[in-house]
């Protein structure tokens, strides 16, 4: 007998949804693929593992894009909220300001 997951939906904040087009398209290609990655293996740790995903505080992570971008996003349930996009240092700002 088959189980199936419940999928997570995915919003992206219209500031980062600016930021990725800007990105060249190699990277707009890899953050689309981490992004997708992380919707499905989320909960899930064996799956998510190679995204170097990390709990920051309370229900938000990030998870690399590369080796120097990360994706911030809130998880609640039912739907991860992906917020930020930066270098190690300007999500730590970010993170400051918050």
Known sequence: MATSRRILRVE?????KAAIRRLPKRQRQQVGEVITAVRDGFGTPHLH?????????????????????RLVF????GVLSFSDLGSHN?????LKNR
Do not use: H, M, N, T
């Open 90 to 94: 300007e999500i730590r700002k970010i």
């Open 49 to 69: 593992s190679g995204l170097r995903l990390r709990r920051l505080r309370g229900s938000l992570f990030e998870c690399r894009v590369g080796l120097k971008l």
């Open 74 to 77: 809130d998880a609640e349930p």
């Open 12 to 16: 992206l904040a219209p500031e980062l």
